[in-house]
């Protein structure tokens, strides 16, 4: 796994911070703010709007994060050196 899915994985995780991310990869860029809950406050009053509302802002998130799943550098699909077989 190279050092940027490494960076990538330990932000998804919430190991980093976005902060960490920008310092570790320089060409990182950042979300857009509010699109994506970041405390269980936030996850909490998103999952107590409408569902109409709610579905906006996914929609918004999953559009802001298309650009990371496009990149063949970032897609986690491949990673598979991790996972173990059991009988």
């Known amino acids: 796994m190279t050092f940027r899915r490494h960076v990538y994985r330990a932000r998804g ?4 911070s976005e902060l960490e991310v920008t310092r570790f990869l320089p060409d990182h860029t950042a979300r857009a703010e ?3 809950p970041k405390s269980s406050a936030d996850i909490k009053r998103l999952l107590s709007l409408p569902k109409a509302e709610r579905e906006h802002i996914l929609e918004a998130a999953a559009s802001a ?4 799943y496009a990149s063949s550098e970032v897609n986690l699909g491949e ?9």
Do not use: N, R
């Open 79 to 87: 990673s598979v050196d991790d996972i173990k077989e059991y009988p």
């Open 34 to 36: 509010g699109l994506g």
């Open 13 to 16: 995780e919430g190991l980093i």
């Open 65 to 68: 994060a298309i650009e990371d």
